[in-house]
């Protein structure tokens, strides 16, 4: 997997200076175009317009320094004016494009390349499972990304939850999972420098047919999900499993991502240090 997205690396980087096919992108990483994305994001620490506008930005500071006119750059990296360049470039290398062509510094952005570096094993107990389609029922908010420790406002999100709330929130239990679920989704790009919002709901998984009046509701389609089953220290063990699903096990899987909802649901809370948990990947079988 490593070798095909390289080589859509090297797709990208023939086309810094024209319009980039990210169908054809995917399609030489034998991949999805979202699963390149997130792939791209949790190998590398930065979103894929991220890195595609630091290198295009990094081409442009070299021809500047071959004495090519500011504007003519400009448009050859996709941007509409001088002008317009001109912030992008000074916001990206704190320098002007003026100031770079009058000097013998600039801000360099070398090409990335995916290698594999053997690290310290961790266990994962994972399986393939097909799930009918769900529900997930409950209360839904914006909040803040962190990797490290508790997130604040998802704390605060499951005290806001009334007993009430919690009694309706169980009856609807009618799957295997019959406890509190959290589901992440709608990440924005800055997931992986730990920037940005994503949509977090904590609630029931459920296949009942009612308006679920007063609670939020995530229509999730029939597919496969690759469960992951750990335990240890609360969250740590949980938040290491995360990192080591997309660092490891999906590159070396034969499974891709599809869009939807991550899951995740812990057991018997009373002992912190060995706390049971499941994390469910909406995935597909990759195609050879």
Not at 245 to 265: A, K, R, T
Request: proline share 4%.
């Amino acid at each position: 997997m490593l070798k095909h997205m390289n080589e859509a690396l090297r797709y990208i980087e023939d086309h810094l200076d024209g319009d980039i096919d990210f169908t054809k992108v995917a399609t030489i990483a034998g991949v999805s175009e979202f699963h390149f994305r997130k792939m791209f994001s949790y190998l590398s620490g930065m979103g894929l317009s991220s890195y595609i506008r630091s290198r295009r930005l990094s081409e442009a500071a070299i021809d500047l320094q071959r004495e090519q006119r500011v504007l003519d750059v400009a448009v050859k990296y996709g941007y509409d004016s001088a002008d317009g360049f001109s912030r992008a470039f000074r916001e990206w290398s704190g320098m002007s494009p003026s100031e770079v062509k009058n000097s013998g510094r600039f801000k360099a952005f070398p090409r990335l390349t995916f290698q594999l570096t053997i690290q310290g094993g961790m266990d994962m107990e994972c399986r393939i499972a097909e799930k009918d389609a769900f529900k997930l029922v409950g209360i839904k908010k914006r909040v803040p990304i962190v990797f490290e420790g508790p997130n604040p406002e998802i704390m605060k999100m499951g005290q806001s939850i009334t007993g009430e709330q919690r009694g309706q929130l169980q009856q609807w239990r009618n799957t295997d999972v019959q406890t509190v679920v959290n589901a992440s989704l709608n990440f924005d790009d800055g997931r992986l420098e730990e920037k940005g919002q994503l949509d977090h709901l904590v609630g029931s998984i459920t296949t009942l047919e009612s308006d679920f009046e007063g609670f939020d509701i995530v229509e999730v389609p029939a597919g496969s999900w690759a469960i992951f089953s750990l335990e240890g220290p609360f969250p740590q063990k949980l938040q290491d499993t995360w990192g080591k699903i997309f660092s490891d096990w999906l590159p070396s899987s034969n499974y891709e991502l599809v869009d939807g909802p991550e899951i995740s649901f812990n057991g018997d809370m009373s002992d912190l240090q060995n706390v049971y948990s499941e994390i469910w990947i909406p995935v597909k079988k990759r195609q050879e």
